[in-house]
């Protein structure tokens, strides 16, 4: 081979090799190129994410605040009439929750009936009688009739108190006395009498709400008395207005009934008695009968009281001068109907009408 090929060819392979050696050094370039911005771009979106996700909350909230000024807009715009009817609502939802209670009280005490279950008249009752709720509770037993009877087991005995009141003569009241206790004759102004509800032990030893109608003048005195009666446990039978009996003195106390004002005369005479002016009271009168004379003949009222005109009997509910109830009166200037002379009413008690 002459020396031109020679040189030929060595020209040729030194070519293919800066060839060669070219394309290496620029795919490790390429290679160097990609490694180094791959984590560049990561940062980038990282950034572009962050701030997409910051405009985003940035959004949302602006989103909420507009809500809530639109709710507060429509509130605002809202007619008085749409607020009244929510007023409306939420009161009849607060009665409805007390005529709930009110009705699982009725359930558990009624005329003749004990409250059985005592959690729960500690719960409805005793828990209601804090200071400040002692009114709410007076007002929840004024819806039962006298007679009922109520538990009173680790009740304080200023809730007890509480529940010995003097009020006006409501229009309730006049609706049951008019035409009976009350009658058509009556003169006796309204302003001059009172309504009591007080507590008291019966024969039975449960504690039952009692009612009298009273002379405003002894009314404080009355409450006295019954409360002293209550606490040493004095027990009386029963304890409603004359009128359950139609005003019928003579069913009354045939009934044992203890009662107050009726406007009547006294018995065979044209005389008012001082019950016309809620000045005199009659306690437990079956077992302290009324006794007396008329033409050399014994009479003796209620006449199922016969057997207790003899006082030598041993009774536990015979009104003595040396005990409690007698004692009670007396010092609160009563005269007691069994120290008469010409005749014994021993169940009666009275204070002279001031002139």
């Known amino acids: 081979m002459g020396r031109r090929s020679i040189y030929a060819i060595e020209v040729l392979l030194l070519c293919i090799l800066c060839i060669i050696v070219y394309y290496s050094f620029d795919n490790h370039g390429k290679n160097n190129n990609v490694r180094e911005e791959t984590p560049l771009t990561n940062e980038k979106e990282q950034d572009i994410q962050q701030q997409n996700a910051q405009q985003k909350n940035t959004q949302q909230q602006n989103a909420q605040q507009q809500d809530t000024q639109q709710q507060n807009k429509q509130q605002e715009d809202q007619p008085q009439e749409d607020r009244n009817q929510v007023q409306e609502s939420t009161n009849a939802q607060i009665t409805d929750n007390q005529e709930s209670i009110d009705q699982i009280i009725q359930e558990e005490a009624v005329m003749g009936t004990s409250i059985q279950n005592g959690q729960l008249q500690e719960v409805l009752l005793y828990d209601l009688i804090k200071e400040s709720q002692q009114d709410f509770a007076k007002e929840i037993l004024r819806t039962y009739p006298s007679g009922t009877m109520i538990n009173t087991k680790d009740c304080k005995p200023e809730w007890l108190l509480h529940q010995f009141y003097a009020e006006e003569i409501t229009q309730e009241i006049k609706d049951r006395i008019t035409g009976k206790s ?73 009934d044992n009934n203890t009662s107050s004002f009726n406007y009547r005369p006294v018995d065979g005479t044209s005389r008012l008695s001082l019950h016309s002016y809620g000045l005199a009271i009659d306690i437990n009168p079956r077992y302290n009968p009324y006794v007396r004379e008329i033409d050399g003949k014994t009479v003796i009222t209620p006449e199922n009281g016969i057997t207790y005109a003899d006082r030598s009997l041993d009774e536990p509910y015979y009104i003595s001068r040396d005990d409690i109830c007698c004692q009670a009166f007396l010092k609160r200037g009563f005269t007691w109907g069994g120290d008469w002379v010409t005749m014994k009413d021993y169940q009666h008690f009275q204070k002279a009408k001031e002139e």
Do not use: W
């Open 182 to 254: 009350y009658g058509d004759t009556c003169d006796i102004p309204y302003s001059d009498l009172k309504y009591l509800r007080l507590l008291y032990t019966g024969f039975d030893g449960n504690t039952h709400i009692g009612e009298l109608i009273v002379a405003t003048s002894i009314a404080q005195d009355i409450l006295d008395i019954f409360y002293e009666f209550y606490e040493a446990q004095y027990p009386i039978e029963r304890m409603v207005l004359v009128d359950e009996y139609n005003a019928d003195d003579n069913a009354s106390m045939t």
